[in-house]
């Protein structure tokens, strides 16, 4: 990140906004005897603090390329109304309620995976053309020369480790009953689908067009990592609320504890992965950390459609 990318005014003031939401958003849940709050703290000690700590170590030196922005103001404001009409009301307000009524499981899921792929990157792709921005920088694998390898190892494997030791989804996927032959395949093609369905779709239009956009309108990478944390939890509130139950975690029937789980859970998550990409600029990168986050989540489910 260049010099300007740490302007010190527009990062202290974004850093105090994301603090003041993700604590807020915390005590809302722990105010209303909600045991989410306790999640919200370790999410935000491991991903925010150590996991984002631990990544900074592993990308100095990154030799990350400035993504160009010629027109900040005009670029932010135009995702920002693409994610308020296009995205949360009409991608998940209608179409993802609709795709999901769907009955036949891996039909369902090609849909699915169809509209997001449609709507977190192929149409934020074309707003941007129209505006004049390039798109081809936003889409840098960057192998070499930006610690790619050490990073995406290390904080791959404690991503890997600590799912199998802190959520249920081992046990979920034992209890598929898979045998080898089964896990052989459906362990790849699980991280496939997630790197599609998850890794690229958030991060291309969270990290790679947002981020950028208003790190260049803010006049601060940081600023920029700090507000697009904050979004992308948000940006999940009508999802869980709409399409959510009293089964699926920080689902409510009031729609601001929604809010507060998804800023008080996934913002620390985003500001991880945000961290990572504004130092490396790559897409590639937290592509992939981002699946390795939702792969043992998601492997029972996934076996049980496809297998």
Do not use: C
């Amino acid at each position: 990140m260049s010099a300007a990318a740490y302007a010190r005014g527009p990062a202290i003031a974004a850093g105090f906004v994301f603090a003041a939401l993700w604590g807020g958003s915390t005590y809302y849940l722990f105010a209303n005897s909600n045991e989410d709050w306790f999640t919200a703290v370790l999410v935000m000690l491991i991903f925010g603090i150590a996991l984002s700590g631990l990544a900074w170590l592993l990308t100095r030196g990154a030799a990350a390329p400035v993504i160009e922005v010629k027109r900040p103001a005009l670029e932010s404001g135009a995702v920002l109304a693409y994610l308020a009409i296009v995205y949360a009301v009409l991608f998940l307000g209608y179409g993802m309620t609709w795709a999901r009524s769907i009955a036949e499981p891996q039909t369902q899921e090609v849909v699915v995976l169809a509209l997001k792929l449609a709507v977190h990157v192929v149409l934020p792709a074309l707003l941007l053309l129209a505006l004049g921005a390039r798109i081809a920088p936003l889409l840098q694998a960057g192998l070499s020369g930006r610690k790619f390898w050490r990073t995406l190892i290390v904080l791959g494997l404690i991503i890997l480790g600590l799912l199998a030791v802190i959520s249920p989804s081992l046990r979920n996927i034992a209890a598929t009953g898979a045998g080898i032959e089964v896990l052989a395949w459906a362990a790849p093609a699980t991280m496939i689908w997630m790197s599609l369905e998850a890794g690229l779709t958030e991060e291309f239009l969270f990290r790679g067009v947002l981020q950028t956009r208003l790190g260049a309108f803010l006049r601060s990478g940081v600023a920029g990592v700090f507000i697009t944390s904050i979004l992308f939890g948000v940006a999940h509130a009508p999802g869980l609320f709409f399409r959510g139950g009293p089964e699926v975690d920080g689902w409510s029937t009031d729609p601001l504890q929604v809010i507060a789980y998804t800023i008080a859970v996934l913002a620390p998550m985003g500001l991880l992965f945000g961290l990572i990409y504004a130092r490396t600029k790559s897409l590639l990168l937290v592509v992939l950390l981002h699946a390795l986050v939702d792969v043992l989540p998601n492997m029972s489910e996934f076996i049980s459609i496809w297998a």
